[in-house]
């Protein structure tokens, strides 16, 4: 489901990546729909790097973005495996170990076409 971006994941995404001032997906030119594919895909040079931009995140903004993937605004059908595990990661650290299962199961049925 495509979202506007609002102000305070604005000030996620400028956390995440604050060399990134734009609100264009660097590969496609289309606007930004969710924060943490963007950062996976197109924004981070890696894997590592991924992990220490989410790393960037407190505990307040890991509770807005799960309940943002839960209820489907924040889809990340189209991140790699381990970007996913190093989420997962941060939601059980930041969040609860529930959370974090629940964002599993969610990432594993989108993948499966299920939802």
């Known amino acids: ?6 102000e305070k994941d604005f000030a996620i995404l400028r956390k995440l990546a604050p060399e990134y001032s734009g ?8 606007e930004f729909h969710s924060i943490l594919p963007p950062v996976s895909n ?12 989410v790393a960037r995140l407190s505990d307040e903004d ?13 889809d990340l059908g189209c991140m790699p495996e381990e970007d996913i595990e190093t989420i997962l990661v941060r939601i059980q650290e930041a969040v609860s170990e ?4 629940r964002v599993r199961r969610l990432y594993h049925l989108s993948g499966c076409g299920m939802l």
């Not at 807005?64 to 839960?70: A, H, R, S």
């Open 1 to 6: 489901m495509a979202r506007e971006l609002d």
């Open 98 to 101: 529930e959370a974090a299962e």
């Open 42 to 53: 197109h924004i981070a040079a890696d894997e590592d790097d991924f992990a220490e931009r």
């Open 23 to 30: 609100i264009l997906c660097p590969e496609s030119g289309h």
């Open 62 to 74: 890991w509770g807005y973005l799960t309940d943002q993937i839960l209820s489907g605004r924040e």
